[in-house]
């Protein structure tokens, strides 16, 4: 009897305790999603307009038409193409470089981004493009506009060299003129060296790391001299230098058996590379090795491109194919556009939209696991479940936060998850983002939960048009540009009074007030054994120290060790946070903020002091 008593008593609190404890499983969004840096783009022309004889049939130059169906169609690439065709021989007008920086400029104000893309002529003409001099002192004049903009370009296609800037043929012997027997251009080991200096010299423009896509694997192979065993892998991927910031670009896709060439057979690979093919030395013989190293590089850098007329008259691809080759390839971009016939068999065979929502990134939200009651002064996990169901990673890495919204208030608090790399939510694989809160920086209240995900670009992290929506029904809040986790909201409740809200209390609390600016609310506290905060120096410009002092009077806020410490800016958005085992002093490393004010907030367990923080350079 009584052991049957003391199993229903467990039982009873088992499922006391756990009902506290959520799990929540979500339902995956089966359409497309407008989400950046992904997806089918659509051309728009700067420059010379009369040299459109490829896209005689597409959206004339007007951005706002262009911009205009992109959004219509959820879209949020723009393929745009700066033609130089009248700028061979002369230097580029201040009149060409402001119209393409307006151009950027309403792709910015209108939340998209872009492929961008030079050339000087299409095929057929006399000559494709200048010289090496020529083309690096263009390249100098476009730099403050295109540094400018940087921001809002996903990627830059080399370009510069070849009819509509495709790299491969070239009417310019410095850049490798002369045709094989079969029909191959020969490039040697000179031409190369050209080109890796254009290549070099665009690498230069961007500031933020920028990925730079060539044409076919051999050009970027025999640029950098690298061989099949040199491709990018989990372990080399995302570093600073120039071969990992080199991507691809297919615009032969899926038109023949090798691409229009992008797997070209018969052309010499330099650096002594193993051939695929035994008994032929230093050529590349078999497509399937350079097919190898876009497969395997393409994980961890940027793939895209267009489809084209096929070389043998009738042919249209089919669904499954064209997927797979998609998947094998990491596509993340594609035109809408071109070519025509094979985007219309797509649709035709109800694989197109399958095609659309797949292309780059598309991260879902499974499952999720968080306490419903938290306490305040203690910290609880909240863990996500994710899946990465697209063809490719972000690429770039992205700011990611959870939000806490307390619905009292409606004031927001921002918990930087500064772990996680999206660039490495590879396709098909689990996600699992594991976090503590740190409740002790949150009023008592009622709470809604969001995961943000933003660009990491300073001009654009705020703007709410590049943040990300994850493919799962019913979390999106289209005003707040945020997915919500929290299907029900959650409380954080005073250890004094479980589950009841205090409308005043002794506890030092952090309040945004408006303009976002954070303010300390603090309640006067006599108490002894609490201690001023000092910041010295301050100014700081690397570190700073943070230290405890006697109190000059009994009126004065204190604490009584340091704790928690978290580093915010003017928005409330946290920068920082560390923890300690109860110091009276401790070190803060700053040498990663830009001059300006912040503000540092240190706390003992429940008391809080708010203190201002300026940074010099």
């Known amino acids: 009897m009584k052991s049957s008593i003391l199993f229903l008593l467990l039982t009873f609190l088992y499922y006391s305790l756990s009902a506290q404890f959520t799990v929540n499983c979500y339902s995956v969004l089966d359409s497309n999603i407008s989400n950046p840096d992904r997806g089918f783009t659509m051309y728009y022309l700067s420059g010379t307009s009369a040299n459109t004889t490829l896209l005689k049939d597409y959206p004339a130059n007007s951005a706002e038409k262009v911009i205009n169906k992109l959004k219509e169609s959820k879209y949020s690439l723009v393929a745009f193409i700066a033609i130089l065709k009248d700028y061979k021989t002369v230097a580029i007008s201040q009149g060409y470089l402001d119209t393409l920086a307006r151009n950027l400029q309403t792709v910015r104000d209108s939340g998209l981004k872009c492929v961008l893309q030079f050339y000087y002529d299409i095929g057929g003409a006399t000559t494709f493009e200048p010289g090496l001099t020529k083309i690096l002192a263009d390249i100098s004049a476009l730099k403050p506009v295109i540094r400018r903009y940087q921001d809002v370009i996903y990627t830059l296609k080399q370009g510069f060299i070849g009819p ?19 029909g191959v251009p020969m490039i040697s080991q ?12 665009i690498l230069n423009v961007f500031t933020d790391n920028k990925i730079i896509c060539v044409r076919q694997p051999l050009l970027k192979l025999n640029m950098f001299g690298k061989c099949y065993a040199d491709s990018i892998t989990a372990s080399t991927a995302y570093s600073l230098g120039g071969y ?13 058996s090798d691409d229009l060439g992008t797997w070209q057979w018969g052309m010499p690979l330099y650096n002594g590379c193993p051939s695929w093919v035994s008994g032929v030395s230093n050529t590349v013989s078999d497509g399937g090795y350079l ?33 797979n080759r998609m998947r094998d390839t990491h596509f993340s971009f594609l035109s809408a556009e071109w070519y025509k016939p094979f985007i219309d068999n797509w649709k035709n065979n109800n694989c197109y939209s399958e095609i659309e929502k797949n292309l780059g990134y598309r991260f879902a939200l499974d499952s999720s696991k968080y306490y419903q009651k938290m306490q305040k002064e203690n910290q609880y996990n909240i863990t996500l479940y994710l899946s990465n169901r697209g063809y490719a990673s972000t690429t770039y890495r992205k700011n990611v936060s959870l939000v806490f919204r307390r619905l009292e208030n409606n004031w927001m608090y921002f918990f930087p998850l500064t772990n996680v790399d999206t660039r490495k939510w590879y396709p098909g694989q689990q996600i699992i983002i594991s976090y503590n809160v740190p409740t002790i920086f949150l009023y008592g209240g009622t709470y809604d939960i969001y995961l943000q995900i933003q660009d990491q670009s300073d001009s654009l992290k705020d703007n709410r048009h590049y943040n990300v929506r994850l493919a799962t029904s019913g979390i999106w809040d289209d005003n707040l540009k945020m997915n ?42 006599s108490r002894p054994g609490l201690f001023q905060l000092v910041v010295s120096p301050n100014p700081g410009r690397n570190q700073v120290t943070l230290s405890l002092r006697e109190l000059h009077s009994k009126n004065e806020y204190g604490i009584a060790s340091i704790r928690f410490v978290r580093v915010l800016d003017s928005h409330g958005h946290i920068l920082a946070y560390k923890s300690y085992s109860s110091s009276f002093t401790s070190s803060l490393d700053i040498s990663d903020l830009s001059a300006g004010l912040y503000f540092v907030e240190v706390s003992d367990g429940k008391n809080k002091i708010l203190k201002k923080l300026a940074v010099s350079r």
């Not at 050209?194 to 070099?200: E, G």
């Not at 097919?291 to 793939?303: C, D, G, H």
């Not at 809200?501 to 603090?522: E, Q, R």
């Open 484 to 525: 919500k986790i929290t299907k029900a909201p959650c409380t954080i409740y005073w250890k004094e009074t479980p589950g009841v809200i205090p409308t005043d209390t002794v506890y030092n609390c952090l309040a945004p007030i408006t303009g976002g600016i954070i303010s300390a609310k603090s309640s006067k506290d």
């Open 164 to 182: 509509w800037g495709e790299e491969w043929t070239s009417t310019n012997l410095q850049f490798g003129g002369t045709y094989l027997n079969n």
């Open 291 to 323: 097919l190898n190293v876009i497969n395997t590089e393409t994980k961890y850098t940027i793939s895209g491109g267009e489809t084209a007329a096929p070389s043998q008259s009738g042919f249209l691809p089919g669904c499954a194919g064209s997927m």
């Open 190 to 201: 000179a031409n190369y060296a050209d080109r890796k200096t254009i290549l070099d010299s």
């Open 244 to 256: 990992y910031r080199v991507g691809y670009y297919n615009d032969g896709f899926l038109a023949s």
